[in-house]
């Protein structure tokens, strides 16, 4: 086992350092005190003793795209841990075992070469593991759920320097706690999770421009009240600069974008899914032509690619609320204050749509394992040149002040983009029994949460 003598820890100005804290967006400034970037277990073990050996707390990070939530940083030591290890699927018990550190693109890769799949998000550059403990939300969801619903196993150093294996027959209520808990816990260096047979995956995305927007929102939005719960879709309105790799039909203008996925596990099924894709799409088409369609029968590794993601950090600001539904005056409101004639700021306005299985948590779930909400209401705001971070702060919290009437208080771990945005997972009793279990495993408060899942909106 590494000795803490050996262990890399880097301070303020220092190469690792500046690596360590590398993070998806470019705003956020997190400046730890020491940082360690840790490629093993071993080494994951060390930092640990590290931080407790030299009265530090400790967080935790794995590819950056949620650095702004985590708690201050001034006394503490932050792990980032990217472990080389490979990611193990076993095809007969139809489950994948993923090292800490590791993109949910080489996870769909491996899984695909046994034509199974995964509960991942919408980009392959976002970190598994992050993501499944705080919740996850799939284009697989609305027919399988929150995604850390899937999750056989977690393997974790404690802060006393065990390394636990937590599962429903070992550590069950720590098991629990873990999946949206907030984190706080230990240091989390592999998850095993079940996968699914996935033949081919119906997906793509449409981009109209924005003067049909109110239209073709609005005919989403009533085609959500009854849709089935094979297809998982979202809704954007988009401010696209233009960038590298951005299709030069949408560079530079406001559009309306409609993504999404149905998972195909059989060919028998590829009919049925195939009207109800149509019976979504064909209503919109029919309205104007889409700029571009890519909508079309596609391998399951390509999903990552559907929802267009930047595939390299940028600098942003972001907000999120979970809405109790929609109505035409919610659509022609939003249309007003980010369509083509509102000049917005704002790079992107979503909304996606939830209920189906989401609503409907396993009888093992997490601590956050099901949402009521219909939809899910995503802001980001590019920060560069004459936009600054306060502009598009002050966008985002208009944009939040208008559908306070729709919020339900609740959020998703998976998108609180700061520790200063109202985060609510779940109700007063869950998180006590969640800093119950934070309690046992770390009475010193070695670690600091990744997310606080309780701090009222109001």
């Known amino acids: 086992m590494n000795d803490t003598k050996t262990l890399t820890v880097a301070s303020p100005g220092e190469s690792p350092y500046a690596v360590a804290i590398e993070a998806y967006n470019l705003l956020p400034q997190p400046a730890p005190r020491r940082t360690v970037i840790a490629r093993s277990v071993d080494d994951v073990c060390a930092a640990v003793r590290f931080a407790r050996d030299n009265d530090l707390t400790a967080s935790v990070i794995a590819t950056g795209h949620s650095v702004a939530t985590s708690q201050p940083l001034d006394d503490a030591l932050l792990i980032r841990t990217a472990l080389d290890e490979p990611v193990v699927i076993d095809p007969e018990a139809q489950t994948a075992t993923i090292p800490a550190g590791t ?6 890769a491996a899984a695909a070469e046994h034509g199974l799949a995964v509960l991942h998000g919408s980009s392959g550059t ?3 593991v992050g993501y499944l403990l705080r919740g996850g939300i799939s284009f697989y ?21 065990r390394i636990v294996t937590a599962s429903p027959a070992e550590e ?3 098991f629990w706690a873990l999946r949206g808990g907030g984190g706080g816990f230990g240091v989390v260096t592999s998850v095993t999770i079940r996968l699914m047979p996935m033949w081919k995956v119906y997906t793509g995305i449409a981009f109209w421009s924005a003067e049909h927007a109110e239209e073709i929102i609005s005919a989403w ?10 297809l998982t879709t979202s809704m954007r309105v988009l401010n696209i600069p233009p960038l590298p790799g951005i299709p030069e039909a949408i560079a530079g203008r406001t559009v309306v974008a409609l993504d999404g996925a149905a998972g195909i596990r059989d060919p028998y099924l590829l009919t049925d899914i195939s009207h109800q894709a149509a019976a979504l799409l064909d209503p919109l088409r029919a309205i104007a032509e889409p700029i571009i369609d890519t909508w079309d029968l596609r391998d399951p590794i390509e999903l990552p690619l559907t929802h267009m993601d930047p595939p390299d950090p940028i600098p942003y600001v972001g907000d999120h609320l979970l809405l109790s539904g929609l109505d035409q005056g919610d659509v022609r409101m939003l249309v007003e204050m980010v369509g083509a004639a509102s000049g917005s700021t704002l790079t992107s306005v979503e909304l996606r749509h939830l209920g189906g299985a989401f609503a409907y948590p396993p009888e093992n779930g997490g601590a956050f394992d099901r949402t009521d909400a219909e939809f899910a209401l995503l802001v980001v705001g590019a920060v560069g040149g004459p936009l600054t971070p306060e502009m598009q702060e002050d966008a985002a919290a208009r944009i939040r002040l208008a559908f306070a009437h729709r919020d339900t208080g609740r959020t998703l771990p998976t998108f609180v983009e700061s520790a200063a945005q109202p ?10 029994a969640v800093q119950r279990v934070r309690r046992s495993v770390d009475p010193r408060g070695l670690f600091l949460p990744n997310v606080v899942p309780f701090v009222d909106a109001g």
Request: aromatic share 10%.
């Open 221 to 230: 939005r009533t085609w959500t009240e009854d849709a089935p719960w094979t």
């Open 423 to 432: 985060s609510r997972t779940f109700d007063a009793a869950t998180w006590e």
């Open 172 to 174: 069950p209520e720590l």
């Open 103 to 108: 993109r949910w693109a080489a996870v769909v």
């Open 141 to 161: 969801g609305r027919t399988h759920g929150i995604a850390a619903n899937s999750i056989v196993s977690i393997r974790l150093v404690l802060a006393d320097g």
């Open 126 to 128: 976002v970190g598994a």
